[in-house]
T-cell receptor, first 117, second 116 residues
């Protein structure tokens, strides 16, 4: 049973380019979360999605960032016109919907390290 | 803002010894969930242990145990018989109760180094 798969593992973009980060949740998981980890900091929540729906995007920057989780295919975090401050590790996590969903653990991917030059 | 604070940026311990990592948090809720995650150099986030706030008994997972002090809003992690493979960054995290999704608030992390 494959875990949460993120690709690419490393992504280098020049300022002004677009970055697309992909996440395939664990099999059977329909809840996807994106977190960002800046250097020397803990993870910060960005967005929570279910299939075709954004449920909570309270941690997303207002501009240039968007996320989707289509009916078919992986979840995508898209950053337009990247700037140096976007350099970070971006983690995707998934969870299953269970009867006691409050303590369902998050399963994290290995992250995508974005470097903006 | 409801925060999670890890006051020890770095800790070190000798192999086979015991080490305790501290974590305090701020919340106005009565029901919530607490976690410790381990992040080795590979960057993978690994769940170490979790605690439900309404349970008084401290959680344990093999060599890992917690000291949960609800009134003090403290949630420390004790690692017994430390092993070289325990070297990693450790994050404390909190999740609000009453919601059915994984919006975690993380602390800043503690770098743990286990010396041979």
């Amino acid at each position: 049973n494959a875990g949460v798969m993120q690709n690419p593992r490393h992504l280098v973009r020049r300022r002004g380019q677009e970055a697309r980060l992909r996440c395939s949740p664990m099999k059977g998981h329909s809840h996807v979360y994106w977190y960002r980890q800046l250097p020397e900091e803990g993870l910060k929540f960005m967005v929570y999605l279910q299939k075709e729906n954004i449920i909570d995007e309270s941690g997303m920057p207002k501009e240039r960032f968007s996320a989707e989780f289509p009916k078919e295919g992986p979840s995508i975090l898209r950053i337009q016109q990247v700037v140096r401050g976007d350099s970070a590790a971006y983690f995707c996590a998934s969870s299953a919907r269970t009867g006691t969903a409050d303590n369902s653990p998050l399963h994290f991917g290995n992250g995508t390290r974005l470097t903006v030059t | 803002a409801q925060t999670v604070t890890q006051s020890q940026p770095e800790m070190s311990v000798q192999e086979a010894e015991t080490v305790t990592l501290s974590c305090t948090y701020d919340t106005s809720e009565n029901n919530y969930y607490l976690f410790w995650y381990k992040q080795p150099p590979s960057r993978q986030m690994i769940l170490v242990i979790r605690q439900e706030a309404y349970k008084q008994q401290n959680a344990t997972e093999n060599r890992f145990s917690v000291n949960f002090q609800k009134a003090a809003k403290s949630f420390s992690l004790k690692i017994s018989d430390s092993q070289l493979g325990d070297t990693a960054m450790y994050f404390c995290a909190r999740k609000a109760g009453g919601t059915s999704y994984g919006k975690l608030t993380f602390g800043q992390g503690t770098i743990l180094t286990v010396h041979p």
